[in-house]
């Protein structure tokens, strides 16, 4: 998200946290001598009444965790779907079986985001986060301060798994983001589901820093408990070789390759855990060496063909749908998620196996100076482009195919010529969007890796 | 002539004359004494001229001068031969005239009981709903069908609902701009 087009800071701290007295450790963080250029101010919002929501949700999903089998559908489908029918406007008029809905696409989530909100849903407490996606045009995720925070009680959830579990209280920075963009929105914050512990989200770009060891002294000396991020990110991390003893690494929006998993393991001696999650229903699950292992009972799980409106038996390989969840303002019934798999249930957990995640793609300048997809897709998602293909061929040269009946070639020419800092050649085609498209879905590639 | 036939009875109905659109004046000076048209039309209905102890609001008060007027034209349709000399319906006319016309009298104007297609029928077939008389050439279902898709309680019942429903979109897309410009909340991981 390109800061200078993105959100405004438009909150006060009491705002941000109105649950925490006592905000010393926020100040601490923000000005700290070692401190990031931060370019913005985020809290959790959650008030008494959320933040016991959030509190319900951890005990009613996460304490025991009471997943489907093959022959026996969620408790809990029957009165989400009834609920949904009832008061979400996109699904009204659909029967209260699932059978009887047919499966949505993020094109319906991007055309009538609107139309996905509960009537029930107070919207006092919407909130709006504009991602470009990686794999996608650009999306407004309509979601509230509970499902946002619940978050935490899912991650938890993992961490149990391993035996790890966060520490709470003022004093302690619980989490990193570790971003490594050219630009992204950086703050510290606080989590009151964490009793006041400390949030950060920071880039390693040198220019956000006031000096070049800053980042590194920044983040030894608050530790932070648990680094997410994505492979990227942490490899730029690991490049900076920095004292920390983090809890758990938590890596997703790109596949984690085993061959950085291992680096990172043997570096920072801790977990390293491939999150798969999206952007419209947080986490799902997290890689184990038999499949993803599904970690929210409150989701639903099916696969299906990829063309057609058809379920697909466990064990077969097809699109990953979903259903369910905690957002009252985008709630899920079979929702088609873009990435491919099969199911298997295994001791009454479910996995999802041979996942099709985002590849991590590294594009080069003439002189060998690294871009990432995600900053190019961050900017791209500025131009109204319905979808895009970029690949850089052996030679560096970018080969960029793009759908839309607004944008001209030269304009998408003139943003790669910038974000490749002019050292670059590039061929750009725009194809028209017509009544009938088969417009592919956005895709990175590189004859250089 | 088939009876209750629903084309017949519109046709009866919109040659109501215009003494019958007159305000209601139970004195009878300058217009037309209400409760004695009804007792009348009671009087054809059962066709029993000597009684007096007909079923009448007994809150006249809250009539208006609108739903008056309605249960003026709304006698005129019931002197029509294919009510007169029918004693069942007798007392399935309060709802008709008290509680049915009172509701669709919020949003229809007396004249447009005689001078629009669509309410002439509306009037005609639930007055046949009220006395339970299927209309000529009908089913149940076809009779409700055609009156739920008139009704002009249903309709500003559906438009009433559409409207919020568009409200409530107009002002989710208000929200959603203003929020999307605004700081929203902890990002802790990457999607």
């Given at each position: 998200m390109a800061v200078s087009s993105g959100p405004q800071i438009a909150l006060t701290d009491e705002e941000r946290f109105p649950l925490l007295d006592d905000l010393s450790f926020l100040n601490a963080l923000r000005q700290d001598v070692f401190a990031p250029k931060f370019n913005f101010k985020s809290g959790d919002r959650l008030n008494e009444a959320q933040l016991s929501r959030v509190h319900w949700h951890k005990i009613k999903y996460y304490k025991e965790k009471v997943f489907w089998s093959a022959a026996q559908m969620p408790i809990w489908l029957k009165d989400y779907l009834h609920w949904c029918v009832e008061t979400v406007p996109f699904y009204q008029n659909k029967g209260n079986d699932l059978d009887s809905f047919p499966t949505i696409s993020r094109e319906d989530i991007r055309n009538f985001?609107?139309?996905?909100?509960?009537?029930?849903?107070?919207?006092?407490?919407l909130l709006v986060y504009h991602t470009s996606g990686s794999t996608g045009p650009k999306l407004d995720v309509l979601f509230d301060a509970v499902s946002q925070a619940s978050w935490l009680p899912q991650i938890e959830s993992i961490l149990k798994d391993f035996d790890i579990a966060i520490t709470e209280g003022k004093?302690?920075?619980?989490?990193a983001l570790i971003c490594a963009q050219e630009k992204t929105l950086t703050y510290a914050s606080l989590s009151t589901y964490l009793e006041g512990a400390g949030i950060l989200k920071i880039n390693l770009n040198p220019s956000e820093w006031n000096q070049p060891d800053h980042a590194v002294k920044y983040l030894e000396k608050y530790n932070p408990q648990i680094l997410t991020g994505d492979p990227i990110a942490f490899m730029a991390l690991l490049d900076l070789a920095p004292q920390l003893n983090p809890k758990a690494m938590i890596s997703s929006a790109m596949k984690l390759t085993k061959g950085t998993k291992n680096k990172l393991e043997n570096y920072f001696k801790c977990p390293v855990i491939d999150l798969y999650s999206l952007t419209e229903c947080r986490n799902i699950a997290y890689a184990t060496e038999i499949g993803h292992k599904i970690i929210r009972p409150d989701l639903y799980l099916e696969v299906f063909d990829e063309h057609k409106n058809v379920k697909l038996p466990y064990g077969e390989r097809g699109e990953l749908v979903v259903t369910g969840g905690n957002n009252p303002f985008l709630p899920l019934i079979?929702?088609?998620?873009g990435d491919f798999c099969s199911l298997k249930i295994e001791n009454g957990v479910p996995f999802i196996v041979g996942l099709e995640a985002r590849n991590p793609i590294l594009f080069y300048t003439k002189s060998n100076i690294k871009v990432n997809n995600i900053d190019i897709s961050n900017g791209l998602s500025?131009?109204?482009?319905a979808g895009f293909k970029m690949h850089q061929r052996k030679d560096k040269t970018i080969e960029f195919l793009g759908y839309s009946n607004e944008v001209t070639a030269e304009e998408v020419t003139a943003f790669l010529h910038t974000i490749f800092k002019n050292d670059i050649d590039v061929m750009v085609d725009i194809q028209n969007i017509s009544q009938n498209n088969t417009v592919e879905k956005t895709l990175y590639s590189s004859e250089l890796i | 002539m088939s009876k209750y036939d629903v084309f017949e009875l519109v046709t009866h109905l919109r040659k109501c004359p215009e003494a019958y659109l007159q305000s209601s004046d139970f004195f009878s000076t300058e217009g037309v004494n209400s409760i004695a048209l009804v007792q009348d039309t009671y009087r054809l209905v059962t066709n029993d001229f000597l009684r007096n102890d007909f079923n009448i609001s007994s809150n006249l008060g809250t009539i208006d001068d609108n739903h008056w007027r309605a249960i003026h034209i709304s006698t005129w349709l019931l002197s029509n031969p294919d009510f007169i000399?029918?004693?069942?319906?007798e007392d399935k006319l309060y709802s008709f005239w008290f509680i049915e016309l009172h509701k669709a009298s919020a949003y229809v104007k007396c004249n447009e009981w005689i001078n629009d297609d669509e309410r002439a029928e509306e009037m005609v077939r639930l007055l046949l709903y009220c006395c339970e008389i299927i209309p000529f050439g009908e089913n149940q279902d076809e009779a409700a069908d055609k009156l739920s898709s008139l009704s002009s309680v249903e309709r500003h019942k559906v438009l009433k609902q559409s409207y919020e429903a568009h409200e409530r979109i107009m002002k989710i897309k208000r929200e959603m701009e203003e929020q999307k410009a605004r700081e929203a909340a902890n990002t802790y991981g990457r999607e």
């Amino acid at each position: 998200m390109a800061v200078s087009s993105g959100p405004q800071i438009a909150l006060t701290d009491e705002e941000r946290f109105p649950l925490l007295d006592d905000l010393s450790f926020l100040n601490a963080l923000r000005q700290d001598v070692f401190a990031p250029k931060f370019n913005f101010k985020s809290g959790d919002r959650l008030n008494e009444a959320q933040l016991s929501r959030v509190h319900w949700h951890k005990i009613k999903y996460y304490k025991e965790k009471v997943f489907w089998s093959a022959a026996q559908m969620p408790i809990w489908l029957k009165d989400y779907l009834h609920w949904c029918v009832e008061t979400v406007p996109f699904y009204q008029n659909k029967g209260n079986d699932l059978d009887s809905f047919p499966t949505i696409s993020r094109e319906d989530i991007r055309n009538f985001p609107h139309l996905f909100v509960s009537n029930e849903a107070n919207l006092n407490e919407l909130l709006v986060y504009h991602t470009s996606g990686s794999t996608g045009p650009k999306l407004d995720v309509l979601f509230d301060a509970v499902s946002q925070a619940s978050w935490l009680p899912q991650i938890e959830s993992i961490l149990k798994d391993f035996d790890i579990a966060i520490t709470e209280g003022k004093h302690t920075t619980a989490i990193a983001l570790i971003c490594a963009q050219e630009k992204t929105l950086t703050y510290a914050s606080l989590s009151t589901y964490l009793e006041g512990a400390g949030i950060l989200k920071i880039n390693l770009n040198p220019s956000e820093w006031n000096q070049p060891d800053h980042a590194v002294k920044y983040l030894e000396k608050y530790n932070p408990q648990i680094l997410t991020g994505d492979p990227i990110a942490f490899m730029a991390l690991l490049d900076l070789a920095p004292q920390l003893n983090p809890k758990a690494m938590i890596s997703s929006a790109m596949k984690l390759t085993k061959g950085t998993k291992n680096k990172l393991e043997n570096y920072f001696k801790c977990p390293v855990i491939d999150l798969y999650s999206l952007t419209e229903c947080r986490n799902i699950a997290y890689a184990t060496e038999i499949g993803h292992k599904i970690i929210r009972p409150d989701l639903y799980l099916e696969v299906f063909d990829e063309h057609k409106n058809v379920k697909l038996p466990y064990g077969e390989r097809g699109e990953l749908v979903v259903t369910g969840g905690n957002n009252p303002f985008l709630p899920l019934i079979r929702y088609r998620t873009g990435d491919f798999c099969s199911l298997k249930i295994e001791n009454g957990v479910p996995f999802i196996v041979g996942l099709e995640a985002r590849n991590p793609i590294l594009f080069y300048t003439k002189s060998n100076i690294k871009v990432n997809n995600i900053d190019i897709s961050n900017g791209l998602s500025e131009l109204p482009l319905a979808g895009f293909k970029m690949h850089q061929r052996k030679d560096k040269t970018i080969e960029f195919l793009g759908y839309s009946n607004e944008v001209t070639a030269e304009e998408v020419t003139a943003f790669l010529h910038t974000i490749f800092k002019n050292d670059i050649d590039v061929m750009v085609d725009i194809q028209n969007i017509s009544q009938n498209n088969t417009v592919e879905k956005t895709l990175y590639s590189s004859e250089l890796i | 002539m088939s009876k209750y036939d629903v084309f017949e009875l519109v046709t009866h109905l919109r040659k109501c004359p215009e003494a019958y659109l007159q305000s209601s004046d139970f004195f009878s000076t300058e217009g037309v004494n209400s409760i004695a048209l009804v007792q009348d039309t009671y009087r054809l209905v059962t066709n029993d001229f000597l009684r007096n102890d007909f079923n009448i609001s007994s809150n006249l008060g809250t009539i208006d001068d609108n739903h008056w007027r309605a249960i003026h034209i709304s006698t005129w349709l019931l002197s029509n031969p294919d009510f007169i000399n029918n004693p069942v319906i007798e007392d399935k006319l309060y709802s008709f005239w008290f509680i049915e016309l009172h509701k669709a009298s919020a949003y229809v104007k007396c004249n447009e009981w005689i001078n629009d297609d669509e309410r002439a029928e509306e009037m005609v077939r639930l007055l046949l709903y009220c006395c339970e008389i299927i209309p000529f050439g009908e089913n149940q279902d076809e009779a409700a069908d055609k009156l739920s898709s008139l009704s002009s309680v249903e309709r500003h019942k559906v438009l009433k609902q559409s409207y919020e429903a568009h409200e409530r979109i107009m002002k989710i897309k208000r929200e959603m701009e203003e929020q999307k410009a605004r700081e929203a909340a902890n990002t802790y991981g990457r999607e």
